[in-house]
Each structure stands twice: as C-alpha cells, then as structure tokens.
C-alpha cells in the first residue's frame, strides 16, 4: 500500500511526499520480518513491470534508473511491516525535494535477505503517481 498527497510547487515541478510502505503476513509471508530494507522508486519511463525491471539491480543501479528514489528501514506496528520514505535520491546520489509534474510508475520492494537485490518471494508493489494531483494509486 502506497499512500501520499503533496503541495504544489510552481515552475512544473511538485513535491516528492512521504510514502508510507505497509506490508502484513498475509499479503506476503516474508513481511513478518522487521528491520528489513524497504526500496521504493519512481519512473516516468517504466516500460516493464516492476518484478523485471528491479530484477539483477544493485542499490546503485536502482538509483541510476529512476528519477526519484528513496530507502528505509522497516518497523513493525501490530500485523503490519512499516517503513516510510521520506527522504528522495537523484540518479547521482543527491537529495531531491522535487519532480518535474506528469506520470509516474512507483516500484516498491523489500529486501527481506539484506543482499541488496530483489530475489524470488521478496515482496514487490507497484502503483502510479500522477505529480500535479492528489496522491497515489
């Protein structure tokens, strides 16, 4: 589950909101775990689904490949597997505030092993973000 709305920002660009991340044991048996890393990106160029394209990428690469990108570590609340990102990357590193406004393609994971990549089982999300509105979907 991905939820957030933002303020608007002037020149084509909005604000990157908080994404709070929620997994339960039932949606994936590996969200009974805690302390785990929590990956989220967005892309307005996603061609492929998020299992495909997270698949064989490093945290680096991962970085490199979307134009915002965020990671936390996981926290537990009742049933559920919480993280929420609330710091944005660039490609290069960088702290982003900021995207330009249009489509987004939102691809989540969590790394339930800690090896840094997305493996079989690991759970995945997906959404959109339309920058310019309300929220995700």
Request: with cysteine; hydrophobic share 35%.
């Amino acid at each position: 589950l991905l939820t957030a709305c933002s303020p608007a920002k002037e020149d084509g660009y909005e604000y990157i909101p908080d994404v709070p991340v929620v997994c339960s044991a039932g949606q994936a048996s590996d969200c009974a775990g805690t302390a785990l890393d929590v990956y989220v990106g967005l892309s307005s160029s996603l061609s492929k689904d998020c299992d495909d394209f997270l698949s064989g990428l490093t945290d680096s690469g991962r970085r490199a490949s979307f134009e915002a990108y965020g990671r936390a570590v996981s926290g537990r609340s009742g049933a559920y597997l919480i993280a929420m990102i609330d710091e944005w990357q660039n490609s290069n590193g960088g702290r982003l505030t900021d995207v330009r406004e249009g489509d987004y393609a939102v691809c989540a994971f969590i790394d339930t092993n800690g090896n840094d990549t997305i493996d079989a089982n690991e759970p995945v999300g997906t959404g959109t973000l339309t920058v310019g509105r309300t929220g995700f979907e």
